[in-house]
């Protein structure tokens, strides 16, 4: 649930357009859904990071991150 909430808070950041923030929380987020061992979660995590790394203009560490949702 905790990594739930941070995946949505980093959400809310990028729609602030606070970049920054929204990966750490993002990051933060995938950290504790790997903690408690949720794969689907993780993906899905990994799947938003790969939204907002296209959407400022990083299209390699999208496609990376996609993939890593893929197999995640």
């Known amino acids: ?3 739930e909430l941070t995946k949505l808070a980093g959400w809310a950041a990028y729609d602030l357009a606070e970049h920054g923030l ?3 929380y993002l990051i933060q987020a995938l950290r ?3 903690a408690a061992g949720d ?3 993780g ?3 990994l799947a938003a990071m790969s939204h907002q790394a296209t959407y400022v203009g990083r299209p390699g560490d999208a496609v990376d991150l996609a993939r890593a949702a893929q197999i995640a």
Do not use: D
Request: net charge positive; glycine share 0%.
């Open 32 to 34: 504790m859904a790997r």
């Open 1 to 3: 649930m905790t990594a």
């Open 22 to 24: 929204a990966q750490r």
């Open 39 to 41: 794969a689907a979660l």
């Open 43 to 45: 993906a899905e995590i």
